[in-house]
């Protein structure tokens, strides 16, 4: 099983502006290919393999004696990222990729040949280095990729992926099916009639965001040090935003996996929603695409079933006790009398039970029996990602701890 630890880091001023040149150097390598790609693509509308960009690092390397500074296999680990990003915009799982910016969160990869010396130490190949660490767990397996990070407000992470050479337990349905249906009234409603309230962790620091960000406006002068202290004020509400939410969504989904043996969710196809404005903020908040990758993997790394429903299917539409479809209902309608069997329904607790219904009947029919109009088979939107995505969250630094000791 592969499992991401994510332990911080304390570099000492050297190493931290050796870091801020090979971020740089990483992040010239990326949109430089980035550009030439899609310069390829709109001339001759074939793509170029990250493979063949790879060989224009010695080039640019003889051009730019810079690019030396940066550890080499960094440098070529960023040009096979953008191969990745651009598999996955061809596939229709992503974004077409983008620039990166020197504001904002930045990284490197290290492939292989990191070592972890100690509790206490870390050692990455090349000009960096043994840099203190707090390694707050046992890590046990096969070291993969690192990756090296530093978010916005100043503080670096090493994110290591780790084998374990287990094989993830066999999965097994035997037990208690639980359905879930997200949504915007409350984050998340069970089968069972529980209900989660959202996180709500913007609204709660927004009045300190909102102050720092005034002070952020009012200095005017780009390069001043008060601008660019206010700057990292504002990045580490962010972040401490950040942190809340994710703390909320650990907790929440650690406990579903707990309590089920088997969990089933809709497809929501969350890109699709944020597109639309209004709703915007409020499903980013929400974080409902990362509550599903973690209830996937909290259940996968105990051999429960995470199940996902299509997209399409009616389940806010449906009776839950005759099967028979309702009338259109407006979105303010929470609860409605049934016309077909008299009982009162509360709308998101009837859509979780058709959830779980329809994940009874996937499982043990190994299709949809209910069809209704419009029904189609979704495109698997995120699949890959999703998986990827599975590994990356797990463990956290020990200075998050104080908003929950029970990560993971
Ligand atoms: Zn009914």
Redesign the pocket.
């Known amino acids: 099983m592969l499992k991401a630890v994510k332990v911080r880091i304390y570099p000492t001023q050297a190493q931290q502006a050796h870091l801020a040149k090979a971020f740089g150097c990483v992040r010239w390598v990326w949109n430089q290919s980035l550009a030439t790609m899609t310069a390829t693509y709109q001339q001759t509308g074939k793509g170029v393999t990250a493979m063949t960009m790879k060989k224009s690092i010695p080039l640019w390397k003889a051009e730019f004696e810079w690019l030396s500074e940066c550890y080499s296999q960094c440098l070529q680990q960023s040009v096979l990222n953008l191969g990745v990003a651009f598999g996955n915009f061809f596939d229709g799982r992503a974004m077409y990729p983008t620039f990166k910016k020197r504001q904002g969160k930045q990284s490197i990869q290290y492939p292989q040949n990191v070592k972890i010396l100690s509790d206490y130490e870390i050692k990455f190949p090349g000009k960096l280095g043994t840099v203190n660490a707090k390694v707050h767990r046992d890590i046990k397996g096969t070291l993969k990729t690192v990756t090296l990070s530093k978010n916005p407000d100043g503080r670096y992470f090493a994110s290591m992926l780790v084998d374990d050479g287990i094989e993830c337990p066999e999965s097994s349905s035997d037990g208690k099916i639980l359905g879930i249906d997200l949504g915007l009234t409350d984050f998340a409603v069970t089968s069972e009639g529980s209900k989660y309230q959202h996180p709500r962790a913007t609204k709660k620091h927004e009045n300190n965001l909102a102050r720092k960000q005034k002070k952020l406006s009012l200095k005017k002068n780009k390069t001043s040090n008060n601008r660019r202290k206010a700057r990292l004020a504002v990045a580490k509400v962010h972040c401490k935003i950040k942190r809340v939410r994710e703390d909320f969504l650990h907790k929440l989904s650690r406990k579903i996996v707990d309590q089920n043996q088997v969990i089933v969710v809709e497809n929501l196809a969350v890109r699709n929603m944020v597109k639309n404005h209004c709703l915007a903020q409020a499903i980013s908040d929400a974080g409902w695409g990362m509550f599903c990758t973690m209830l996937k993997y909290k259940a996968e790394r105990v051999g429960k079933v995470y199940l996902e429903i299509g997209r399409f299917f009616a389940s806010t539409h449906l009776?839950?006790?005759?099967l028979?479809p309702?009338p259109k209902m407006d979105l303010s309608v929470r609860e409605f009398d049934?016309?077909?069997?008299?009982?009162r329904?509360d709308r998101d607790i009837?859509a979780a039970i058709n959830i779980k219904n329809e994940g009874l009947r996937v499982l043990t029919l190994g299709t949809s029996v209910i069809a209704p109009e419009g029904y189609v088979r979704p495109k698997q939107y995120g699949r890959k990602s999703t998986t990827i995505a599975a590994v990356v969250v797990e463990g956290r630094s020990p200075h998050s701890n104080r908003f929950g000791e029970s990560v993971g």
């Open positions: 009776c839950s006790d005759t028979k309702l049934c016309p077909h069997c008299n009982h329904h009837n």
